[in-house]
């Protein structure tokens, strides 16, 4: 099917019973991805301390919400930001892609692993672990 759109036209092709743009991945909500991921750091040296920690949650709507801190301290100084976001979201077995006003549309490579000392289920996106705020059984 084809639309022509403020003077653009869009090629659809349907499949699995949903339309969608040529080329663009299907995407959905995955019902195991719903739920709270954390990432935290901390490091401690010589010249101060650091942390930072890095929040989303899923929701079955396709909503989520993204939160993250950071700070250090050391001799004579001390730094702290933070930020948040909102969109909605969607994920492919290896994909998962955001849609806020303030970052645009975001596509992060997802991997599901478990953690290598206490078997919780982990996200990996685009390489960075974020473990589950949640009793969760391990990804099989």
């Known amino acids: 099917m084809t639309w022509l759109i403020n003077g653009k036209a869009l ?24 739920g709270k991921w954390c990432r935290m750091a901390t490091r401690n040296n010589s010249a ?5 920690s890095a929040c ?12 993250a801190e950071s700070g250090s301290t050391g001799p004579g100084y001390g730094t702290a930001s ?20 303030q970052t645009g549309t ?20 685009d390489g960075e672990p974020f473990t589950t705020a949640y009793q969760k059984a391990p990804w099989r």
């Open 11 to 34: 090629t659809f092709d349907k499949t699995g019973g949903a339309a969608r743009p040529l080329g663009a991945r299907a995407g959905g909500i995955l019902p195991e991805l719903i």
């Open 48 to 52: 101060g301390v650091s942390g930072s």
């Open 56 to 67: 989303f949650t899923l929701q079955a709507d396709g909503s989520y919400q993204h939160a």
């Open 82 to 101: 933070a930020n948040s976001d909102a969109g909605t979201w969607t994920a492919t077995s290896d994909t998962i892609t955001s849609v806020s006003a």
């Open 106 to 125: 975001r596509t992060f490579s997802l991997e599901k692993r478990n953690h290598p000392k206490t078997g919780d289920p982990m996200l990996l996106l």
